[in-house]
């Protein structure tokens, strides 16, 4: 048999839901922020996975799955934002041809432009035409023996 507690008010009762309602749709928010983050960290160990497949069979050195998806996340981070910016193309051109003040430039090697068009493919395809069009107004070198 059941027996009800009259002890209890209703503002009692009535408080006792509201903190139920509460604590159920904090852990409601929880579970549904994590299970995002954990799919977007399987999609971004999915990409790195790609790209260091690619790498291989380029024959180049390749980082770990944890640095690329740090780096480039389920995005492609920096690289993927507007690779056909003007900064964007400033810094990449400057980092790479070992520009800077009181040096001289120099054409980049065409493996490491290979590996920045790889990351677009793999992380942004849809920037990939323009990208490639950037490519091809540039100069390169080829670097033979390392």
């Known amino acids: 048999m059941t ?69 480039f996340g389920t995005e492609g981070g920096s690289i993927c934002a507007d690779p056909d910016a003007a900064f964007t193309r400033a810094t990449s051109e400057g980092g790479i041809s070992g520009g800077g003040p009181g040096t001289r430039p120099v054409l980049p090697e065409s493996a490491l432009i290979r590996g920045q068009l790889l990351v677009v493919e793999v992380y942004c395809p849809e920037k990939l035409a323009g990208f490639k069009n950037f490519l091809n107004q540039q100069g390169f070198a080829e670097v033979t023996g390392g």
């Open 3 to 71: 027996t009800v507690d009259r002890g209890s008010s209703h503002r009692q009762r009535k408080t006792v839901y509201v903190v139920v309602g509460i604590v159920l749709g904090v852990l409601l928010l929880a579970g549904y922020l994590l299970f995002r983050s954990a799919r977007s960290n399987v999609e971004a160990e999915e990409k790195a996975n790609v790209l260091i497949t690619r790498l291989v069979q380029e024959g180049a050195r390749t980082p770990s799955q944890e640095q690329l998806v740090r780096l």
